[in-house]
């Protein structure tokens, strides 16, 4: 059809039609604008980290700001490493924080997973921070009895699973050892007063909020203990890499007057920030503006943990 038979046609037609065919024209073009706009926006991502007054939380926040504008990244507060595996198996987060033993007890709890991760790298170490009442005289991880009884935090945290990776390591020796799901402040309040908790296990990045500020207050009460167990240290994963390394907690790191908490030497996990290899693979272009604000954020990261 010409142009001038066009024109006589849209000069035939009534003015209301033609203004509809207007108002029409503008809603569609408005629409696959607003469509295109939508496109270029930065993708979501969901990452599953720990309480809101942790290291992982605080580390997830740090990412978050360093994304912001490429990758629009929401940081979940969760119950720690098996909450997070679990949720990014289920869909409910793109990402997670998780402790590198985390792995093992999760393929135990779930044989049937077909979860599929990838590492985007370690972010810290984690230490085991082990924290008696002083009048039990444990001295040492090594030395707790079956007559002792250990707060390990609750079913799925990373300190459960530290303590179930130790009796996967050496049954004899810790299996026998007591344990209440308990953490937090009524764990420490029940460690002080030591009749029916002794020692809590508590696994962190060194300067953590609740050793720092919570622990010490009860000083005159509690201290912390070595637990630079030699078979822990040498337990391997299937792959045989090294589940757990030798560190220390130094002098200093929590001060307190009384010199109770002075250095010990203990074992570490690795926290390992891992992402949905689906969500990897459908957004590589996002994936690479998130490890790179993963980059960005790793000194303030390690400046919270003193690494």
């Known amino acids: 059809m010409q142009l001038s038979e066009l024109k006589a046609k849209w000069d035939a037609l009534q003015p209301r039609t033609r203004t509809s065919i207007l108002v029409g024209g503008v809603a569609i073009v408005a629409l696959l604008a607003g469509h295109c706009t939508a496109n270029a926006a930065p993708k979501d991502m969901r990452i599953c980290t720990g309480g809101e007054s942790g290291n992982y939380f605080f580390a997830g926040s740090h990412i978050a700001a360093q994304a912001k504008g490429s990758v629009n ?175 220390a907690i130094p002098s200093g790191m929590y001060p307190v007057n009384g010199g109770l908490f002075n250095g010990v030497d203990t074992i570490s996990v690795k926290a390992l920030l891992v992402v949905s290899s689906d969500w990897a693979d459908q957004n590589d272009r996002e994936y690479n503006k998130f490890l790179e604000a993963v980059r960005k954020a790793l000194p303030a990261i390690k400046q919270r943990v003193g690494q």
């Open 73 to 247: 990244v929401d940081v979940v507060s969760t119950r720690g490493s098996m909450d997070n595996l679990e949720r990014i198996e289920k869909g409910e987060c793109n990402a997670g924080i998780v402790q590198s033993d985390a792995f093992l007890a999760y393929q135990r709890a779930y044989p049937k997973s077909t979860l599929k991760l990838e590492r985007s790298g370690v972010l810290y170490n984690e230490l085991v921070h082990l924290i008696c009442n002083r009048s039990a005289k444990v001295g040492k991880i090594t030395k707790l009895t079956p007559q002792n009884v250990v707060a390990v935090g609750r079913n799925g945290s990373g300190s459960a699973v530290t303590w179930d990776g130790f009796i996967s390591v050496d049954q004899k020796r810790y299996k026998p050892v007591q344990t209440v799901p308990l953490d937090g402040e009524r764990a420490l309040a029940k460690v002080a007063d030591g009749t029916e908790v002794q020692c809590m296990l508590f696994t962190a990045g060194l300067n953590t909020p609740f050793v720092k500020d919570t622990v010490t207050a009860y000083k005159d009460r509690v201290e912390l203990v070595p637990t630079d167990d030699r078979d822990i240290k040498d337990a391997k994963d299937p792959k045989g890499n090294p589940l757990y390394s030798y560190d």
